[in-house]
Nanobody, 117 residues
Framework: QVQLVESGGGLVQPGGSLRLSCVAS????????MGWYRQAPGKQRELVAT???????NYADSVKGRFTISRDNAKNTVYLQMNSLKPEDTAVYYC???????????WGQGTQVTVSS
């Protein structure tokens, strides 16, 4: 099993930037891909971006060109660089791991991102 800890959220003005971090521990070797998800109040959790062990990335249409997912294997960390933030990006952001088996890890505590003037 893998444990995930997210950090880096905060309050930022529209147009600003934040970088989120997700540190993984435990059975790291079993991870095929990592993903960032978000859940806004009253809405379902949605996929934001994913990155595979081979470095292939995928983004939700709503964040393409503004967000970048990356990973530092030496630090067992996945990042989400968020630029040109909009109020609609306000949400709790979570990371999640997909195992080679096809199953998924549990959720971390998430990190709150608030975009407001």
């Amino acid at each position: 099993q893998v444990q995930l800890v997210e950090s880096g959220g905060g309050l930022v003005q529209p147009g600003g930037s934040l970088r989120l971090s997700c540190v993984a521990s435990g059975s790291i070797f079993s991870i095929y891909a990592m993903g960032w998800y978000r859940q806004a109040p009253g809405k379902q959790r949605e996929l934001v971006a994913t990155i595979t062990s081979g470095g292939r990335t995928n983004y939700a249409d709503s964040v393409k060109g503004r967000f970048t997912i990356s990973r530092d294997n030496a630090k067992n960390t996945v990042y989400l660089q968020m630029n040109s933030l909009k109020p609609e990006d306000t949400a709790v952001y979570y990371c999640n791991a997909e195992y080679y088996s096809g199953s998924y890890s549990g959720w971390g505590q998430g990190t709150q991102v608030t975009v407001s003037s």
